[in-house]
């Protein structure tokens, strides 16, 4: 049987944890297959566009239906005609007085959204943690590649996500290709958060100068593990403040790197792993949209029905003391 990822950042197969509200939890994962969770009463109300009037052709139907309308197609796994047809379906069952958007309407409304995925609470302050992870666009299979060989092009995306560390919900994401390396996206992550991010913990391969550049300029705390062979900057008789990575550096060769790890609350980056095999375990690991642009939103609005599920109900674990 297969072990339930959970959030406990300090659970291996030695000492595991444990599920304490398992009550809780179970309803919040029946939830998420309820209808009435991903449309709302307040839908019906805003079904249509009710702003400004631009040129050319006006807009029939707002940004809330074409988000659910899209949100529902990528729950579901559905393509977009037989979203239309789901969602034809089930205005009538509700007997709802709103006509459905044809599915050219939502693929090419789609495009135009802005999807906000983020909390709203400016002033809380955060302890963000930053991951990367591979999704496939188009290409053969790894069973193939591996026994016969690759015979056409293998496209790849890469998903950045920043996920507070507290609560476990995505505060931004972004999708690249393959080719960017994850330090590069740290400012963009960063930008699109809403609220003071107070700690920032990533693994080695943020260990760059554009990070605790970047981390300087906003005055975050990085908690980055230096890479083994790591040499001080600034020594101690030098002028100006400490480098943050150098005081990393001192800790761990004080401690050791196990101890600094644990002192600096390091073991909490393990929240963004968890989330991307949340991310994989509920959509899959493949992207459905073609283009670039429309890979991104399709991203978005994944983080954005991730954190929906999230707000229904966590686990809250525990580790299991093993016996001596």
Partial sequence: MKQQKTNCPKATQSSPCK???????????????????WIAKEVEDNWYYKGAKQQGAQYEYSDVCIEMSCMIREIYKLPYRQTQGFLSSLVKQMQWAVKVPDYTVINRRRKKLNIEIGGNNRDEKKYIVMDSTGAKVYGEGEWKVRQHGWGKHRTWRKIHLAVDEKTGRIES????????????????????????????????????????KELEKRRIKPIIPPRK????????????????????????????????????GYHRRSI????????????????TSREMKQQEIEVKLKCLALNKMIKLGMPKTV???QAA
């Fill in 173 to 212: 994401c972004a999708t690249t290709t393959n080719s960017i390396d994850d330090a590069a996206m740290v400012s963009t992550l960063l930008g699109a958060i809403k609220g003071k991010v107070k700690k920032l913990g990533a693994d080695g391969a943020y260990d760059k100068k554009k990070v605790y």
């Fill in 319 to 321: 580790k299991i003391k």
């Fill in 19 to 37: 599920i304490t509200n398992w009550k809780e939890y179970n309803q919040a994962l029946r939830q998420r297959g309820s209808l009435e969770i």
């Fill in 229 to 264: 062979g790591a040499r001080i900057q600034k020594h101690g008789n030098s002028i100006g403040k400490e480098n943050p990575r150098d005081k990393n550096i001192r800790e761990i060769r004080k401690y050791g790197r196990k101890k600094w790890k644990k002192k600096v």
């Fill in 272 to 287: 963004a792993e968890t989330t991307m095999f949340r991310f994989k375990n509920t959509f899959g690991d493949k992207l």
